[in-house]
């Protein structure tokens, strides 16, 4: 019972300080870049769609009478060979009007911007900077914009639309995702074949065919899929044409996500055997464990969900701060420590995950006539664990048990 409490303590201290859990410094604020590739509006010429989506917990919102305001610098800039094509820089007020929406890891500020380009190679980085911390993220992408360079048919590449957009008589239902794809040069009705796989299986879970009446002019075509039967993991929809002997294939990748999951879940089965550290600190027990693991579909997801509910310190918002703690600690140990295992399953994936990022760190990795070790420092919970790399192959395990008893 007294490890049950001590996880809680730690993980509810986490969210509520606002503690960002990086094994390495890391620049900040965090967001996610995506380039789109598009035809512009004749032959060889093409339009690139930048999207910036930056969580709001990533920027530090000041309180100014009733609202809660950030500011924040961003600048885009496209270039080709080092060399600065064309760009923006501008500052942007964002406004809240609640707490808790300035810590939310769910709700995000989105920018988007276009810029016309010719059909090249080109590199894109964005540079944001908090203006109340003067913290900076940044991040660069290459995109290849040589796919327009086509005579005749150009298309752009599948990306996920947001159905919400759609004309009241095109609605789609709430098991359809909608995708699209931006294409001019062609008139007339066209097959395209479609296939669906989900990750980790080189077999389509689903395929079919579309047929779509084009126009020559530059337009954006929206098609409906049902994902009613699809479980909560990660797609990747495949569409395949054929216009004047030339095979056009484009592709886009997408998540399925129950309801009320962490967002950094991407498969339901490994997010319940990722629980098994929760067997370690009581905060579970082994025969309710077993019961979620064992149980079939919908039976899994909704004992899985049961569970988390239960445990919930905030049950009246959207937001399971320890559902979203627990598995934010599993991503990051997996990014930082995966080898020939996942990182979570390593002995420091384990300790980050149940105990968080360590106060203090000692690398001890080149001293002579010793194995290289690593000791993270708990000051706060009074606990050290000491790590040893004993094959030398960089495979640091612990020197001790983490605890008494086995699990």
Not at 72 to 97: A, E, H, V
Not at 147 to 153: E, M, P, Q, Y
Request: aromatic share 12%; charged share 30%; with cysteine.
């Amino acid at each position: 019972m007294k490890y049950k409490i001590l996880l809680i303590i730690i993980i509810m201290s986490s969210f509520l300080n606002g503690f960002i859990f990086d094994m390495e410094k890391k620049d900040v604020p965090k967001f996610n870049l995506k380039c789109y590739v598009k035809p512009g509006n004749s032959i060889k010429k093409g339009v690139l769609e930048v999207k910036v989506v930056i969580p709001n917990k990533e920027l530090l919102f000041i309180k100014e009478e009733n609202i809660y305001r950030n500011k924040f610098d961003i600048s885009i800039n496209i270039s080709q060979k080092n060399k600065r094509i064309i760009g923006k820089n501008w500052i942007k007020t964002i406004d809240l009007n609640n707490f808790e929406l300035t810590k939310s890891t769910s709700q995000n500020i989105t920018i988007n911007e276009q810029f016309s380009l010719l059909p090249e190679k080109y590199t894109v980085a964005v540079v944001i900077t908090d203006l109340a911390t003067q913290n900076i993220g940044k991040k660069e992408k290459k995109v290849d914009m040589t796919i327009l360079k086509t005579d005749l048919w150009v298309q752009s590449e599948l990306y996920l639309y947001d159905k919400t957009q759609l004309d009241s008589s095109e609605q789609a239902k709430k098991d359809e995702i909608c995708v699209a794809f931006t294409a001019l040069g062609k008139a007339g009705e066209q097959k395209f074949r479609y296939y669906i796989y989900q990750a980790g299986n080189e077999k389509p879970i689903k395929k079919g065919i579309y047929r779509i009446n084009l126009i020559k002019a530059r337009k954006e075509y929206v098609i409906k899929v049902n994902i009613q039967k699809f479980k909560h993991s990660k797609y990747k929809m495949q569409l395949i044409t054929k216009i004047n002997d030339i095979t056009f294939s484009r592709s886009v990748e997408f998540q399925v996500s129950y309801e009320n999951l962490s967002p950094v879940i991407t498969n339901i089965d490994d997010a319940i055997k990722q629980m098994k550290y929760l067997i370690m600190t009581s905060f579970i027990t082994r025969k309710e464990y077993k019961e979620i693991n064992n149980a079939r579909d919908d039976k899994k997801r909704e004992l899985y969900l049961q569970f988390w509910e239960s445990v919930d310190p905030t049950p009246r918002t959207k937001e399971n701060e320890i559902m979203n703690e627990y598995y934010q600690r599993i991503n990051l140990a997996n990014q930082s420590f995966a080898s020939h295992n996942n990182g979570w399953k390593t002995d420091r994936g384990m300790v980050l995950t149940i105990f968080g990022h360590p106060d203090d760190v000692e690398n001890h990795s080149f001293e002579m006539d010793r194995k290289p070790y690593i000791i993270w420092y708990y000051h706060r919970i009074n606990r050290s664990f000491v790590f040893v790399d004993y094959t030398g192959f960089g495979s640091y395990q612990l020197s001790q048990p983490l605890f008494d008893f086995s699990y």
